[in-house]
């Protein structure tokens, strides 16, 4: 138990209303949607400037107390979460979240950690501006997370990863020291590239405050279509003719089986089945263009046709509207959320080359079908970019309790197949706690010494999110 002498010193800092003790305050910080992880804290510091979180990480390091950063709480792989010792004390980064300021001549925006991500799409929107991350939970999640897990989402394919979307930083190191690294140059080769080392670091070297994010001309034309496919090697098929086609102006190609569809169609508010009849597979087609004219639709048109005569596809829709097109997406960023209806589902953030996607869910498909007949895989993501959320639902009726018993053994079964073909078993959720004993595994002892390096030149008392990553 901590002295409760260094919760008063910690406690001052913030003040009392935002130092919560109660059970009841303290709740929603201790668990995560998932319900996979529980944890226990004496207390949720919720700082309300960068000088705050500088001096409550300063008194923790003098102290050698545990600190777990935490943002929108959306995290899937434990690394948010307080563990049960009630030894880890939680730093809610919520109240720093202001929009310091947007330049829309220079395509940048400076945000707080606590900025909830749809909060900055709306930002960017007043300034005919995007900022392209988008996610299921972007309603909830903050830039904080996003940048410390280096989120993904289904703008990858045409934008990157979140480690592309950073100019700058700013970094409260496990001393108290602040970095203020928030430039918003395109171009600097002064030195090693710090930003970088937070970025994808689930803050265990140093708690991001602020960051400048790049931001890009919002698109004058978006045309949307909804594809009926029999298996997914047709889907691998399609995108390489879209990507020849459209190019850069391909800005989505997400993957669907039925029976994620079917999940949605029966717990997701407002979803409607697009096509008439089911089909196997989907794929949500999304091409983007700078200007207004006919010749977007014109092309996503010759597209489709064009994979018809092929046999590629067997059905598709073209969205005739904005809220129609929003309806497909509907569904797909529904997906991940209605499992949850129909009972355990063992999950998978795992990526393979985009060119091995069908061939990689053949294999795990049948083999996870094998390993618990009646199970329902799931399989669905961002096959452009080779990211495939290979969730697996319990069989109807199972126990759920005995179906997430076989977690272990089953992730050990899908990964083994992702390193045949190359893999990686974490896409685009990091490591946390779920997955940081498998890093062994998939890393080589050298490079996970260099982590360790790292790690100890920057937090030399471990007092930042111990036990997550390394």
């Not at 930002?123 to 897990?149: H, K, M, W």
């Not at 703008?155 to 190191?173: C, D, P, S």
């Amino acid at each position: 138990m901590l002295d409760p002498d260094h919760l008063k010193r910690l406690a001052a800092i913030v003040g009392e209303a935002n130092a919560l003790t109660s059970e009841s305050d303290k709740a929603p910080h201790l668990r995560e949607w998932r319900d996979l992880y529980h944890g226990k804290t004496p207390v949720v510091l919720r700082p309300g400037s960068v000088e705050e979180v500088s001096q409550i990480l300063k008194t923790a390091n003098e102290l050698k107390l545990r600190i777990v950063p935490q943002g929108g709480n959306t995290g899937l792989v434990g690394g948010q979460i307080p563990d049960d010792s009630s030894g880890e004390i939680v730093l809610s980064l919520g109240r720093l979240n202001k929009i310091r300021k947007i330049d829309a001549d220079g395509y940048t925006m400076t945000v707080e950690a606590g900025c909830i991500l749809e909060a900055i799409h709306q930002a960017a929107e007043e300034v005919d501006r995007i900022f392209p991350l988008t996610l299921g939970a972007q309603g909830s999640c903050q830039i904080g997370g996003n940048i410390s897990t280096n989120a993904g989402g289904t703008a990858v394919l045409a934008y990157g990863n979140t480690r592309e979307l950073v100019l700058g930083l700013e970094v409260v190191l496990a001393t108290g020291e602040i970095w203020n690294g928030l430039r918003s140059l395109r171009k600097d080769n002064t030195g090693y590239d710090l930003k970088q080392l937070f970025i994808g670091a689930e803050g265990t070297l140093g708690v991001i405050t602020a960051a400048v994010l790049k931001l890009f001309p919002k698109p004058r034309d978006r045309q949307v279509a909804f594809v009926g496919l029999s298996d997914s090697h047709a889907a691998l098929a399609l995108f390489s003719q879209a990507r020849a086609k459209a190019g850069p102006m391909l800005t989505g190609f997400e993957l669907m089986p039925r029976v994620g569809i079917e999940f949605c169609l029966k717990h997701l508010e407002g979803a409607r089945d697009p096509l008439s009849e089911p089909h196997p597979w989907y794929v949500l087609v999304e091409l983007s263009s700078g200007t207004e004219n006919a010749s977007l639709r014109d092309l996503m048109e010759e597209l489709l046709g064009e994979a018809f005569e092929a046999g590629l596809v067997q059905d598709a829709a073209l969205a005739e509207s904005i809220a129609q097109g929003e309806a497909f997406w509907h569904l797909r960023h529904g997906m991940s959320e209605v499992q949850r209806e129909e009972g355990g589902s063992i999950k998978h953030d795992v990526s393979v080359p985009v060119a091995s996607v069908p061939a990689f869910l053949d294999k795990a498909i049948a083999a996870v079908e094998e390993m618990v007949p009646g199970c329902r895989p799931v399989p669905f993501g961002h096959m452009g970019d080779g990211n495939i959320h290979f969730n697996v639902s319990q069989p109807v009726g199972a126990d759920k309790a005995g179906f997430i018993a076989r977690w272990d053994e089953m992730n050990a079964l899908v990964h083994g197949i992702v390193a045949e073909f190359g893999g990686s078993i974490s896409a685009e959720h990091g490591i946390g706690r779920l997955k940081r004993d498998l890093l062994k595994e998939v890393k080589s002892e050298l490079e996970l010494d260099m982590m360790r390096r790292i790690k100890v030149a920057f937090d030399p008392n471990g007092i930042l999110n111990p036990g997550r990553v390394l």
